[in-house]
Each structure stands twice: as C-alpha cells, then as structure tokens.
C-alpha cells in the first residue's frame, strides 16, 4: 500500500473490545483526532446516544462534520450499516441520537454490536488541509452482546 492510498482510506485497528484511532496523515495535512467511549445499554427500547471528540492539535475542533455509523451483525456473518451524521459543538463533540434505540436499529435477522465515527473532509477548512480520521467502539446491552431481533418495540400494555 502505498502512502497516497494511506490518505484516501480512513483505518481502523482492532485493540481488545475498543477500537483504537488511526489517521491518514501521510504528509501534507494536519493531524485531526476522533475518539469514542463503549456504549453500554440498560434499555434497547430507550433512546441511544453516540458520542465522537474531534480535536485538532489537541484542542476541540467545532463546527466540522463527523459521520457515525451503528454496526449490524446478521445471519452467517453478514455486516451492515445505519449511518447519520452530526457536526461538532464547542466542545468538539458530535452527538447523535436515536429515538428508536438498540431496538429500532436492530432490523429482523440483525444484531447491533458497535459503531464508528469518521471525519473525512474533501475540502479545506479554515485554509488548511485536514488527514481523515476514524475510530470506533462496542455498543453491549446489559452485560453482554445486544439482542438480535429486539424490534420492534413492545406494544403498550394497559
């Protein structure tokens, strides 16, 4: 692989039960860092919320678009994807958050297990060229893996 390639894919390293950072900064950008905490879930019927930290020399980087991406497991290891995207805050932190939670997310046949957070900017920003950044984590309901098949949500009772 080429350094050139090494820019125009985002990477992410495997590293035990979170997924460590990996920029493509093969020279001529500036280093911009996402991170990610585990999720755990108490309710796959509640609300999820996902959170990225976008900094760029160390302090938080508002304003720019960070995608995020909930990871689906299915039937003999097929993979899928819900995507949405977010802009940071002040803080550098982009939110997303699904009314429908871990339930909603996890369609027939699929089970959600993680998710990942990307900044991939096309264009400069603020006049300067920024490296692609990625990262990711496990989302676990209770004390373990989420359910498959957990939608739809309960009907109300009473």
């Known amino acids: ?57 160390g302090r938080p980087f508002p304003g720019a678009k960070v995608k995020m991406a909930v990871s689906l497991l299915g039937a003999e290891d097929a993979r899928g994807e819900a995507r949405f995207t977010a802009v940071t805050d002040a803080d550098g932190v982009a939110t997303v958050t699904r009314p429908e939670g871990v339930a909603g997310l996890s369609v027939p046949g699929r089970q959600v297990t993680g998710y990942g957070a990307y900044f991939q900017p096309w264009r400069d920003i603020d006049g300067r060229t920024y490296c692609w950044s990625s990262v990711g984590a496990r989302i676990t309901c209770g004390d373990g893996s989420c359910p498959r098949d957990s939608f739809p949500a309960p009907s109300p009772t009473g």
């Open 1 to 57: 692989m080429t350094m050139g390639r090494l820019r125009a894919a985002p990477l992410v390293v495997l590293l035990g039960a979170l997924l460590v950072p990996v920029a493509g900064c093969g020279g001529g950008c500036t280093k911009a860092r996402l991170t990610v905490e585990p999720v755990r879930v108490s309710d796959v019927h509640a609300p999820l919320t996902l959170r990225a930290r976008l900094t760029r020399d």
